[in-house]
C-alpha cells in the first residue's frame, strides 16, 4: 500500500450526503478559508508542478537530462542541461509529436500510472540509452526515438496495439515493450518489429507486472533484458483465478461497470511464472523453482557477467529465496534464504551484482535494523558493508571503479542523508557527504563523475543541484514551481521513552503564548510512511489549518518506517492498538509540555492508511478525538490485497482475530465524535466498498455523521477544482472544534 499519509484527492464532480438529523451549519466566515492559498494549493498540485522530475545523467556525463511541466500545468515536456556551459534547453515537447491534440490512454496504461502515483500528463517518462546517445519517448500509443546530439525525431510506428513499459536493449539498437498482452522487439534502425510471445487473452499476459507487484512490491516491469541483448526474460501471469470486482459510475447507471481483477487475502493470487526467450525469437525456457511454496516473484535481476537472478517469497512473507538461474537451463541453485518470523521487507533493486559476477549486494534486517552487505557468486557473506548505527536505508547507486557505492541513511529517521560507503568488507566505512538538517536524494552517472543532488529542509529550500565526481556544485536545474509564499511555523521534536516517539508541531504564524488552541492531528500511522520528516513541503497544507486557529501536531508510532526491526514489527496481527496508544500517550505528553494544546478539543484527518487510523480514533478513542476527517479509509481488511494485507496481519484462516481487532466494523457502534467520510467511488486500490460498509454500520448502529462520495475519482485524482473544495469542506468541519 503506497499511498499518502495526508489528503490529495480531486474530482469535476462532489456529492455531500448527510447521514442522521445534524442540521446543516456555517463553521467559518468565508474570509478566513484563504481562499486564494487552495487555489494555488490546488492549481499548482501542493507546489510540486514546475519542479524537475524524472532525471537522469547519462553516462556521458556531458548533460543532465529531466521532465518539467509549467507551475500550473500537469503537461510535461523533456529537457537537457549542458554540463559545459550551464544552460537548459527543450529537447522535446509533446506539442511538437502530437500537434496540439490530447493524449489518449489505455485503461491498461490509466492503472499502471495509477500504481506509479503517477499524474502527469505529456511526456510523462522516457528511456535513455545505456551510451546516453538515444532517447526512448512513449506517447499516445506511439513511440518516439530521438538523437540526443542532433535532435532528430523519428517515429517507430506500428499498428499491433498499443505499447506499455517500452525499454532500450543494452546496445541501444532495440526497444521492447508489451502490446495487447504480448511482447514485442523492435529494431531501431528499421523499425521492423518482431513479435515474441503469443497466446495472450483477458486474463494471460505476458512481460506485465500483476497488481501487487506494481502496488506492493515497488516492481514496475514485466521483463528483463539480458546483458548481451539476445535475450529476454519475461513473466507469463495468469490472473483466471484471482476474484472479480467491478467499479460502477453510479451516476451513470447506463454504463457497465469496469471488471478488475483483485486479490483479497486469504484468496487466490495472479500465477506468476518465468520464461526466458530468445530475441530472435524461439521457444521459452520456463524457470523452475517451488511455485507453490514460493508463489511471489519479488525481484528479478539480470545484470554484466551474473546469472539472471530471482527472488521469490512464500504467501506468509515470512521466507524468502534469492536464486540463481543456471545459464542455458531452466534449473535454478539458492545463493540466500531469509525468515523473519514476523515478515520480511523488500529492498527494491536488490539483488545488485557487482564485479562481473563474483559478488552481489543484499540487505537484511536479521539483526535487528537493515544493513547492506556483500555477498560472494555463491550467496557466502564476505561482510557487513554498513553498521546498524547508519540506518541504512536504499542504495543509489555503485561506483566500480573507485570501490565505492552511495547510499541512503542517518541515524535521525526524520532526516535522510547520502553516505560514500567502501567496498572493502575488512575495512567498511561510511563517509556522509550532505550537510545540515533535512532530506537528500540523489542521481549518478554510471562513470559517478556527475550527479544532481536533490535537497530539501525545514528553511523552505527545495535544491537541485548538478555536481561532479568530487562533490563541487558546478550548477542547478531550474525550478519553475510557485511559492507558497511562507515557511512553515513547524517544531519537530521528541517524546516519551520506551519507546521515544518524534513529533511535529506546526503552530499558527500569529502564534500567541497565552492562548490555548484547539488540536488537529495530521496521521498516516502505518507502514512504509512517515509524518514526521525535516522538509518544510510537508507542512505548507498543515500551516493553511493552522494559521486558522489550530495547532497541528505529527506523531510517528510503532509500525512506522526507520526505527529498527522491533519498531516496525510491533504491529503485527493488530494494525492499531499499539499507533494509536503512541499517538495518544504521545498528545498528552506534548500537551504536558505545551500548554497551549488544549486536548479537550482535538481533531484528526488522514487518507487512506491515515484515513483508517482517523476512523478508529474516533471509534476507540472518544475522550480524546471529537472530530475526524477520514479518506479513503481500509475499513475491512479482508477487502484489501493479500500482499499487503497478508504480510501484517497473516492469512485470515489462520488469523482470524487480527481481522477482527483491526476491522473498523468491529467498533461502528462506539461513535460519539464527528465523522466525515470521504470516498472516490471509482478507488481501484481502496475501494469503495470499505466507505459503504462503514456508513452502512453506522447508519444500522443509530450514529450520526457526514459521508461526501466522489463520483468517478480513484485513490489519486488531483483535479483542482474537487482538491480546493474538498480542502474547504474540511476546515469547515475542524470548526466546530472552536463550537465546542
Request: charged share 25%.
Amino acid at each position: 500500500m503506497r499511498i499518502y499519509a495526508s489528503i490529495v484527492i480531486s474530482s469535476l464532480t462532489m456529492l455531500i450526503i448527510v447521514m442522521g438529523a445534524r442540521p446543516a451549519r456555517l463553521f467559518a466566515d468565508e474570509a478566513t478559508m484563504d481562499d486564494d492559498f487552495l487555489t494555488r494549493y490546488a492549481e499548482t498540485y501542493r507546489f510540486t508542478h514546475g519542479l524537475p522530475a524524472a532525471i537522469a545523467v547519462p553516462s556521458t556525463e556531458d548533460a543532465v537530462l529531466f521532465l518539467r511541466s509549467g507551475p500550473r500545468s500537469f503537461v510535461r515536456d523533456l529537457y537537457t542541461w549542458d554540463v559545459r556551459t550551464g544552460e537548459e534547453r527543450v529537447l522535446l515537447t509533446s506539442d511538437q509529436l502530437l500537434g496540439g491534440a490530447d493524449e489518449s490512454l489505455t485503461a491498461e496504461e490509466k492503472a499502471r500510472r495509477e500504481r506509479m502515483r503517477l499524474a502527469a500528463r505529456g511526456i510523462a517518462s522516457f528511456d535513455l540509452s545505456k551510451d546516453g546517445a538515444q532517447v526512448l519517448v512513449p506517447l499516445s500509443g506511439r513511440l518516439y526515438f530521438v538523437e540526443r546530439k542532433t535532435g532528430a525525431i523519428n517515429e517507430l510506428k506500428s499498428d499491433a496495439g498499443y505499447p506499455i513499459d517500452p525499454q532500450f536493449s543494452p546496445d541501444g539498437n532495440s526497444v521492447a515493450c508489451v502490446r495487447n498482452g504480448d511482447l514485442y522487439v523492435i529494431d531501431v534502425a528499421s523499425g521492423a518489429e518482431r513479435r515474441l510471445t503469443t497466446g495472450a487473452t483477458e486474463t494471460l499476459t505476458h512481460g506485465l507486472a500483476e497488481f501487487v507487484a506494481q502496488e506492493e512490491m515497488s516492481r514496475m516491469h514485466g521483463y528483463w533484458w539480458s546483458p548481451d541483448g539476445k535475450f529476454i526474460a519475461y513473466q507469463e501471469t495468469d490472473v483466471a483465478g484471482v476474484e472479480e470486482l467491478f467499479i460502477a459510475d453510479p451516476a451513470n447507471p447506463g454504463k457497465a461497470p469496469e471488471p478488475w481483477r483483485y486479490p483479497r487475502p486469504g484468496m487466490a493470487n495472479a500465477s506468476v511464472r518465468l520464461g526466458v526467450i530468445p530475441v530472435g525469437g524461439g521457444e521459452t525456457r520456463w524457470i523452475e523453482w517451488d511455485r507453490e511454496a514460493y508463489p511471489y516473484l519479488a525481484a528479478v535481476t539480470w545484470d554484466e557477467g551474473a546469472p539472471l537472478t530471482i527472488v521469490v517469497q512464500n504467501r506468509r512473507q515470512t521466507e524468502e529465496l534469492v536464486l540463481a538461474v543456471d545459464d542455458g537451463s531452466s534449473a535454478t541453485r539458492e545463493l540466500l534464504r531469509e525468515q523473519d518470523k514476523a515478515w520480511l521487507n523488500l529492498d527494491s533493486g536488490l539483488p545488485r551484482w557487482i564485479d562481473q559476477g563474483k559478488h552481489f549486494f543484499w540487505s537484511t534486517e536479521r539483526n535487528g535494523a537493515w544493513q547492506l552487505e556483500l555477498r560472494d557468486r555463491d550467496g557466502k557473506l564476505s561482510g557487513p558493508l554498513t553498521q546498524m548505527e547508519l540506518n541504512y536505508r536504499g542504495l543509489i547507486t555503485v561506483l566500480e571503479e573507485r570501490r565505492e557505492a552511495i547510499v541512503v541513511g542517518g541515524e535521525n529517521p526524520t532526516e535522510q542523508h547520502l553516505y560514500r560507503i567502501s567496498l572493502d568488507v575488512q575495512h567498511p566505512r561510511a563517509e556522509r557527504i550532505t550537510d545540515g538538517v533535512g532530506n537528500h536524494a540523489g542521481i549518478w552517472s554510471d562513470r559517478g563523475g556527475l550527479a544532481v543532488h536533490v535537497s530539501v529542509n525545514l528553511r523552505g529550500e527545495r535544491r537541485f543541484d548538478v555536481e561532479n565526481g568530487d562533490g563541487k556544485v558546478i550548477g542547478a536545474l531550474a525550478q519553475m514551481a510557485e511559492s507558497p509564499g511562507f515557511v512553515p511555523n513547524v517544531e519537530l521534536t521528541r517524546v516519551g521513552q520506551d519507546p521515544e516517539l518524534h513529533a511535529a508541531i506546526v503552530r499558527p504564524r500569529a502564534f500567541d503564548g497565552a492562548l490555548r488552541y484547539p488540536v488537529i492531528v495530521s496521521v498516516y500511522g502505518g507502514p512504509h510512511a512517515q509524518t514526521v520528516v525535516a522538509s518544510s513541503a510537508k507542512y505548507v497544507f498543515d500551516q493553511w489549518i493552522a494559521d486558522h486557529g489550530f495547532i497541528v501536531v505529527s506523531i510517528d508510532g510503532r509500525g512506522t518506517p526507520a526505527r529498527g526491526r522491533k519498531f516496525e514489527r510491533a504491529i503485527r496481527g493488530d494494525f492499531i492498538t499499539l499507533p494509536l496508544s503512541d499517538q495518544v500517550r504521545g498528545l498528552e505528553e506534548l500537551a504536558a509540555r505545551y500548554p497551549e494544546m488544549d486536548l479537550k478539543r482535538v481533531g484528526i484527518y488522514g487518507w487512506s492508511f491515515g484515513g483508517y487510523f482517523t476512523a478508529m480514533a474516533l471509534l476507540q478513542r472518544p475522550d480524546i478525538f471529537q472530530v475526524g476527517v477520514a479518506g479513503a479509509p481500509v475499513v475491512d481488511w479482508a477487502d484489501y490485497d493479500t500482499h499487503y494485507t497478508e504480510r501484517y496481519l497473516g492469512l485470515p484462516e489462520e488469523n482470524p482475530e487480527a481481522y477482527r481487532v483491526s476491522n473498523v466494523l468491529t467498533y461502528a457502534d462506539k461513535l460519539q465524535g464527528k465523522l466525515l467520510l470521504v470516498h472516490g467511488t471509482a478507488d481501484d486500490n481502496v475501494y469503495f466498498q470499505h466507505s459503504v460498509k462503514l456508513t452502512d454500520a453506522l447508519f444500522r448502529a443509530g450514529q450520526e455523521f457526514d459521508f461526501l462520495p466522489l463520483r468517478g475519482l480513484t485513490h489519486m485524482t488531483p483535479d483542482p477544482v474537487v482538491t480546493k473544495r474538498l480542502y474547504g469542506r474540511m476546515m469547515e468541519y475542524f470548526e466546530q472544534l472552536k463550537a465546542e
